[in-house]
């Protein structure tokens, strides 16, 4: 486990630094695109991708920044996609909300609240059709189970054993709405446990934790052939949409922040890796290592062209 | 040649695709059942297994989402519709995800998937059983919309909606099934994006969609009898369109009338008569005029619902008007109703 939590801590620092670096550079109004920032959620995606193998697929929503860092580990593509450049993923043509990286087995992002989930679906029918081993797993928010689609999603699979993972990012709200002005059930592990399939909860922000409950239901699912849904709790740091606070708002207390603030993702694993025998050397140099990542490809992305006009009519249709 | 109905030229048409590509599948509510999609499905799911041929619950929107995902990742879906209307629960899917998949991936990935619909008419279906709104689905860039009308297309265009790596949406309307017409036994393809003259005429252009070819042809041999050579064009692809067919029609004719299987405001009907004042402007010898729906829901009750499709004799008093030739006795003739459908061949 020790070189899996160094890994873990690489990608989640990757992604906490390129969101700050995000936050640095929004105010100068060159990356013209609605940020839904990852802040609080790095344990998750962290964990989940890094149980996953690499041919493994995975589909996410508007708020993929970690997702898309997590699976693919490069930034070149992903800053210029949001500084809205020709060297971006998608030439500028999808931004923050669409990120994708189909060779690297990110196969959408989707800005419709849970419209990726019947996809995901698609894409684990495919791969039991074609028997070649790859599992999908599809990230979404808890207002995403509000949605008719996620439980036709979650009836189908089931009813056809397909190899998917639903990884419910659970933060409490959809937008700024409480759970509590949305639901009429109690707990929604518990609806989704009355399907024939394996359900799993965790609220930890320890990456290590995730990884291995994604393990866990990854083996689980080999056994038993039903698909697995996991309830993964965390806080939003930030704004729905936006790079700042906004408990001003009077929608949640700053006290919840702070609370899961003293178990901030990045933070902990830090000091974990100090206790199971990493140098703070080792430490600064893997860091400086990212750093130097995402300032590079900064500049990329700055230095890079816009798509020429003729672009916009280009990939309609293939 | 040999003559065989729509709905066995469809049915042909999978089955020797489902042959060829192992990656074919077809799904939908009913799909397997025994009433086939009107026939149109049989023997699918005896010949491929119920991997390849399955019924799904009542959920048209994960459904459709299914299909995009199973095309990304390397199958060629075809999902099958027994209304429109009911499509109309995939919306969000069609015009959020399956159009914009490939634009927003870069051009990099493309959606084989099929959607068939069918159009459903007469004997009570009303507001919910018989709408088209091929035009609706024209409107979002992405999608490929066709409407075929002879059987020979049927086969034809379905080989070339499945062979393509872009979505693919089929209109087909329910009285088209009983039509007969020549086929070829082989595998064949008829380009998507290409339109058809369905009879040459020099006096009058007729662009018509769908169900509205056979009212077309019926009023062009009205017309023919009384000294009116029409002229019928079948676009046969509502997008992308073929306006060079239209255009090149119009310029020899200098009339246009657009006789579309849907309702008129804002439909498919006033794109090709924008086309064609765009196009013709100093060819056009009278304004373009247009025919479909009325402008209401489709109702159940016999009498109104002859009041809410136009037919041929529609079709032949609007030829009257942009001509300004006499009115046309037309009290022996014999229109199409569900009473006496037709039966073709084409």
């Known amino acids: 486990m020790k070189s899996v939590n160094l890994d873990l801590y690489r990608t989640m620092y990757l992604i906490r630094k390129s969101e700050e670096t995000i936050q640095k550079y929004y105010a100068e109004d060159q990356m013209k695109t609605p940020m839904h920032m990852s802040m609080g959620e790095e344990a998750i995606v962290s964990g989940v991708v890094g149980a996953l193998n690499l041919d493994d697929q995975v589909l996410g929503t508007y708020r993929s920044h970690a997702l898309y860092l997590a699976k693919t580990g490069e930034t070149d593509l992903f800053f210029a996609e949001m500084y809205g450049k020709v060297t971006g993923m998608a030439q500028g043509k999808s931004g923050s909300m669409h990120l994708s990286a189909p060779e690297k087995g990110l196969l959408c992002c989707s800005a419709i609240v849970a419209s990726s989930i019947p996809i995901a679906m698609g894409a684990a029918y495919a791969n039991k059709y074609q028997k070649n081993g790859k599992r999908v797993a599809v990230f979404f928010g808890d207002g995403a189970t509000d949605e008719g689609v996620f439980w036709e999603t979650v009836n189908f699979s089931c009813l056809k054993k397909l190899p998917i993972l639903f990884v419910c990012e659970d933060n409490g709200f959809a937008v700024h709405t409480p759970r509590e002005h949305r639901h009429g059930f109690s707990s929604l592990h518990k609806v989704v446990s009355s399907f024939d399939c394996n359900v799993f909860e965790e609220k930890s922000t320890d990456p290590e934790v995730i990884y291995r409950t994604t393990q866990k239901a990854l083996s689980t699912m080999e056994q038993n052939d039903k698909p697995c849904f996991l309830r993964l709790h965390y806080y939003r740091y930030l704004e729905h949409v936006g790079i700042n606070e906004d408990f001003d708002a009077g929608y949640r207390p700053k006290g919840d922040y702070l609370d899961w603030l003293k178990l901030d993702p990045i933070r902990l694993q830090r000091e974990k890796l100090g206790t199971i025998g990493f140098s703070e050397q080792q430490i600064l140099e893997l860091e400086q290592s990212v750093d130097e990542q995402i300032a590079r490809s900064t500049e990329f992305a700055a230095e890079s062209a816009f798509a020429d006009a003729c672009e916009l009519h280009t990939g309609v249709f293939i | ?346």
């Open chain 2, 1 to 346: 040649m040999r003559m065989i109905t729509y709905c066995d030229a469809l049915n042909e048409a999978m089955i020797q695709e489902m042959e060829r590509d192992s990656n074919v599948f077809v799904y939908g509510i009913g799909v397997p059942d025994h009433k086939k999609i009107f026939g149109s499905t049989a023997d699918l799911l005896e010949k491929f297994g119920a991997e390849r041929c399955f019924d799904t619950p009542i959920a048209e929107d994960s459904m459709t989402g299914l299909g995009l995902g199973a095309a990304i990742n390397g199958l060629r879906p075809i999902h099958i519709h027994i209304r429109v209307d009911f499509l109309l629960l995939a919306m969000n899917q069609l015009a959020n995800l399956v159009s914009s998949y490939c634009y927003g991936i870069g051009g990099k990935v493309g959606v084989p998937l099929v959607i068939r619909a069918i159009v459903g008419r007469g004997w009570g279906q009303g507001y919910q059983h018989s709408k088209s709104m091929h035009a609706t689905f024209a409107h979002i860039p992405g999608l490929k919309v066709i409407c075929p009308t002879t059987p020979e297309d049927a086969k034809g265009m379905m080989i070339s909606a499945i062979r393509d790596n872009n979505p693919v949406l089929i209109f087909e309307h329910r009285w088209l099934y009983w039509q007969t017409g020549a086929v070829a036994e082989e595998s064949f393809e008829i380009p998507l994006g290409k339109g058809k003259i369905v009879k040459k005429g020099k006096d009058i252009t007729i662009v018509a969609t769908s169900w509205m070819n056979v009212e077309a042809l019926q009023a062009a041999e009205i017309l023919a009898r009384n000294g009116i050579d029409a002229e019928i064009i079948d676009p046969r692809t509502i997008a992308p369109l073929d306006e060079d067919i239209i255009v090149e029609s119009v310029s020899r004719t200098g009339h246009c009338i657009v006789a579309d299987n849907d309702w008129v405001y804002c439909g498919f009907s006033a794109e090709v008569a924008a086309m064609v004042s765009d196009r013709c402007f100093g060819k056009l010898k009278s304004p373009v005029k247009r025919i479909g729906f009325a402008h209401t829901p489709c109702p159940t009750a016999r009498h109104l619902e002859n009041q809410f499709y136009p037919n041929a004799e529609t079709i032949v008093r609007q030829v009257e008007n942009t001509l300004g030739i006499d009115k046309i006795d037309l009290s022996n003739e014999l229109f199409y109703s569900h009473e006496n459908r037709f039966k073709g061949p084409f």
